[in-house]
Structures are given as structure tokens and as C-alpha cells.
């Protein structure tokens, strides 16, 4: 039996962990002088009362190598093979810190999702499905280097002022995107972070757009799956996207999550992304 692991960061439901038997590490929240696990002792809303009541600034910290270390080593023994998916490695020390542990190990493998959130989340939930399916570890591995590639991961961003406080954008740019009413649309191509298309208006009428940017008179999409990601967006949102996708794509699963700690502590509330696969390599 294989057993598949994931850093905190993909973003998969509580639901979803439990039904396809993943277990996850958390990622540490960083608070001042304080230092909280994601999802085990803070949460998406504790990280917005922080930064919004308190003035508090949160950062992100990656699990270190000795902790993979006694992760790995409880679960190697009882296991013919465990496959530890992480965070992209542009984004995290994490997966070097995993494969400095994994070394230790004969039936450990270590993959770069090259991703985040939910993003990372596919490559996760298709590692699931495989190891159900009784494919061996070498298959399951070579056939996530094939997948990664082909995630396509992007988010709207409401307003700027948590990359702002995290130093990931000027004062200037927050202010004017606020003056403006803009609306960035962040993307992962190869591994990193660029800014996408910058929408105008309401976050509603912004998410529409962005939606049918992502989705309409496209040819190479995978219709397998989507997740609609979000950081305590409003129902009535997250219902007016979904009929959104639907109106421009026929996917067989439409899966609605929770940003966890990361996405929050980087992107703040109001921020969704639509996440799905590709049949090729994305292209910028």
C-alpha cells in the first residue's frame, strides 16, 4: 500500500483528506514573536483578525528538514512506499528541506508540485487516485512529473493590501490598484508567480471576466475537474462563479474549497481562483 502526503498549502477539504487517505504537514504561521502551525492552532479568520483588529503583519515558514524527518519516519515502516507531495520550490524551502529527510529513507519520495493551493491540490488528489488504483510508486511519480506541467493556477486578488504588508508590493501600487478599483489576476507559469491580466470594477464583475479570460474558446483544457479556491468569499460569489464556469465549460467536477493559512496570510479575504488541468504544458 502507498501512502500519499502533501505539505498544508494544497488546500484540499478536511473531506477530501480523510476520504482518499492524505496526510498533511503543516507549514508555520509566523506572528511577530509568535509561531502557529497552519490549520492545527490558527486559522484563515485568525490571520485576517490579526492583521485587520491587531495590525499584526503574518509570514509563512517552511516545515523545517527534521521535522519531515520524524513525519517520514512515522509512517515508512508501515508502508510499502510514501509519496510527500510539497509546495513548489520556488515559493518554499520546503521541498529541499523534504528531500534532505528523504534521504534517510528508501521507500520515501519526494515530488516539487511546482504549485500552490489548489494547484498543488491536483497534484496531490491525482496521486490519490493512482495509489488507489494499486499503481507502484516509480508510475505514480513519473506520471506527476507529466501532470505538473499542466496545472493551470491563478487567483483575483480584491485588494493588494496583504502583499503589501508581507513587502510583496509597493505602497504606491496598493494605493492606486485601491484608487483604481483594480483587480490583479495572479498566475503560476513554470513554477513561479507573474501578474496576469489586471481587471477593472466590483470584484464581482471582475471574477466574471476573469472566468471567461480562463475558460471560453479554450481547446487544451482537461475537464476532469475544477476547483473553485477562494478566501471567505460570500456564497452569492462563489454561486455566481460557479454558474459562470458552467456557462463557458462542462467539467465533470466542480469542487469548492477553503484558502488555507498561506494563500490567506499572502492574499487576504476576497481572493478566488478557478484551478484545473490542462491536456498539454500551459504556455505564458
Do not use: W
Not at 42 to 64: F, H, M, S
Not at 120 to 142: P, R
Request: glycine content about 8%.
Amino acid at each position: 500500500m502507498i501512502k500519499i502526503t502533501a505539505d498544508s498549502t494544497c488546500d484540499l477539504s478536511g473531506q477530501i483528506l480523510e476520504r482518499m487517505n492524505i496526510d498533511l504537514l503543516p507549514l508555520h504561521i509566523v506572528v511577530g514573536d509568535e509561531e502557529y502551525r497552519d490549520g492545527v492552532n490558527i486559522t484563515p479568520l485568525g490571520i485576517v483578525n490579526l492583521v485587520e483588529n491587531e495590525n499584526k503583519t503574518c509570514r509563512t515558514a517552511a516545515v523545517n528538514a527534521f521535522e519531515y524527518q520524524e513525519f517520514f519516519a512515522g509512517l515508512a515502516p508501515d508502508y510499502e512506499a510514501v509519496i510527500h507531495i510539497n509546495i513548489g520550490s520556488q515559493f518554499s524551502s520546503c521541498h529541499q528541506n523534504a528531500k534532505i529527510a528523504a534521504q534517510n529513507f528508501d521507500n520515501v519520495y519526494v515530488i516539487d508540485s511546482q504549485n500552490l493551493s489548489t494547484g498543488h491540490g491536483h497534484v496531490v488528489y491525482e496521486a490519490a487516485l493512482m495509489a488507489s488504483q494499486g499503481l507502484s510508486a516509480a508510475e505514480i511519480c513519473s506520471r506527476l512529473e507529466e501532470l505538473i506541467p499542466k496545472v493551470d493556477a491563478s487567483f483575483v486578488i480584491s485588494k493588494l493590501d496583504y502583499l503589501y504588508k508581507g513587502g510583496r508590493c509597493s505602497g504606491l501600487e496598493a494605493f492606486g490598484a485601491r484608487l483604481l478599483q483594480i483587480k490583479p489576476c495572479i498566475e503560476v507559469v513554470d513554477g513561479k508567480m507573474v501578474v496576469g491580466k489586471k481587471y477593472r470594477g466590483s470584484f464581482e464583475r471582475s471574477l466574471e471576466l476573469y472566468v471567461k479570460d480562463r475558460l471560453a474558446g479554450k481547446d487544451d483544457i482537461d475537464y476532469s475537474r475544477l476547483f473553485i479556491t477562494h478566501c471567505m468569499c460570500s456564497d452569492q460569489v462563489i454561486q455566481k462563479v460557479k454558474e459562470t464556469v458552467v456557462k463557458y465549460a462542462n467539467f465533470d467536477e466542480i469542487i469548492v474549497t477553503e484558502a488555507g493559512c498561506t494563500i490567506t496570510s499572502h492574499c487576504g479575504p476576497d481572493t478566488l481562483g478557478i484551478l484545473y488541468k490542462r491536456k498539454s504544458r500551459k504556455q505564458l
